[in-house]
C-alpha cells in the first residue's frame, strides 16, 4: 500500500475485507465516523473475543481520532467438525482381525464401514482456531491497510475544499487592504462636513486629534496581517504529517476571532460585507476540519 501518512486524512470511511478456508469463511467490517478522540468498538465472535487486545492495541498505533467500529464474522464450515482415521487404533484392530481368521477361518469379516464405526478407528477434529486467528489477524491488517486509505483519499477532498476557501479569505484581506485608504479619507471629508454643517468653532488641533482617534478605531491592519499569518500556518498544517484536526480547529477559532474584530471596526457597508464573507467562509472550513483526523 502507498504511504499516505503525509496526506490530509478523514474520520470517515469504510474497509471490508474476506477470506475463507477449509475451517470456513471470516468477514471483516471497520467503519469509521467523526469522533473527537479515537473510540474503538469490537464485535467479535465469542471464539475470536482473544483477539480484540490485539486489534485495540494496533488502532491506537495507527489512528489518532474517530469512532471505530470493528464488526468480525466467523462461519465455520458446514460440518462443524471434521473426521480422521486413527492409524494406530486401526492397525491394531486389523492385527486382532487377522488373529480372529487365523483361529476362526469360517467367520465373517467386517466391511470397512464396519471397522470405521469401532469406537477410536474414526475421529473427530474440531476446527483449528489458531490457523483461523492467523487469519483473523491478517484480515484485520488488510481492513486496516484499506480503511486509512479511504480516509486518506476522503481527507484530499476535504484539504481542497479548505483550500478553496482560503483563497477566498485572501481575496476579502486583499479587497479590505484595497478599501482604507479611500474608508478613511471619506471619514475625514464627512467629520469635516458636519462640523461645517454646524458652524462649529474649528479647533485645528482637536479637529486633527479626532481624525487619529477615528482613523486608529478604523485601523484593521493588524488584524488583516494576523489573517494572512493565520491562512499561511492552515496551508502549512495541511502538507504535515500525522494527526491535523485539533490544531486547525485551533486555528479557526483564531481566524474568526480576526473577523469578528474587522465586523466591529467596521465603519462602511463595503467593510461589513467582507466580514461577514469571511465569517461565512471561516465557518465552512470549520465544518469540514471537524471530519479531519
Same mark, same amino acid.
Given at each position: 500500500?502507498?504511504d =499516505? @501518512?503525509?496526506?490530509?486524512?478523514s ?39 482473544? %483477539? ?6 494496533? %488502532? ?6 474517530g ?10 464450515? =458446514? ?8 492409524? %494406530? ?14 483361529a476362526?477361518p ?32 491478517a ?88 489573517l ?16 491535523m ?17 474587522? =465586523? @466591529?471596526? @467596521? ?13 461565512v %467562509? ?12
Amino acid at each position: 500500500m502507498a504511504d =499516505s @501518512s503525509n496526506r490530509v486524512h478523514s474520520m470517515t470511511a469504510f474497509a471490508r475485507q474476506s477470506r475463507e478456508g477449509e475451517w470456513g469463511s471470516l468477514q471483516l467490517e471497520l467503519r469509521s465516523v467523526n469522533q473527537r478522540y479515537l473510540e474503538p468498538h469490537f464485535r467479535l465472535p465469542e471464539a475470536l473475543r482473544d %483477539l480484540e487486545p490485539a486489534f485495540r492495541e494496533t %488502532l491506537r498505533a495507527r489512528l489518532g481520532r474517530g469512532k471505530v467500529e470493528c464488526n468480525l464474522r466467523f462461519d465455520p464450515t =458446514s460440518v462443524s467438525e471434521t473426521l480422521a482415521v486413527n492409524h %494406530l487404533r486401526l492397525s491394531a484392530l486389523a492385527q486382532a482381525l487377522g488373529e480372529v481368521r487365523e483361529a476362526l477361518p469360517q467367520s465373517p469379516m467386517p466391511d470397512a464401514l464396519a471397522l470405521l464405526d469401532h469406537p477410536g478407528v474414526l475421529e473427530s477434529q474440531g476446527v483449528d482456531l489458531d490457523a483461523v486467528k492467523a487469519e483473523a489477524n491478517a484480515l484485520f491488517q488488510a481492513a486496516l491497510d484499506e480503511l486509512i486509505e479511504a480516509r486518506a483519499r476522503e481527507g484530499e477532498k476535504l484539504a481542497a475544499l479548505i483550500r478553496d476557501r482560503l483563497v477566498g479569505v485572501r481575496e476579502q484581506v486583499i479587497a479590505v487592504r484595497r478599501l482604507m485608504p479611500t474608508i478613511l479619507e471619506r471619514q475625514r471629508t464627512q467629520l469635516l462636513e458636519r462640523l461645517e454643517t454646524v458652524k462649529a468653532e474649528l479647533d485645528p488641533q482637536r479637529l486633527e486629534a479626532e481624525l487619529v482617534l477615528l482613523a486608529q478605531k478604523a485601523d484593521v491592519d493588524e488584524e488583516l496581517d494576523r489573517l494572512a499569518t493565520h491562512v499561511s500556518e492552515v496551508e502549512r498544517q495541511l502538507k504535515q504529517k500525522g494527526p491535523m484536526g485539533r490544531r486547525l480547529d485551533f486555528l479557526m477559532q483564531e481566524l474568526n476571532r480576526e473577523a469578528n474584530t474587522l =465586523s @466591529s471596526k @467596521s465603519v462602511v457597508a463595503n467593510t461589513t460585507r467582507c466580514a461577514v464573507e469571511l465569517k461565512v %467562509l471561516i465557518e465552512q472550513m470549520r465544518e469540514q476540519i471537524q471530519n479531519i483526523e
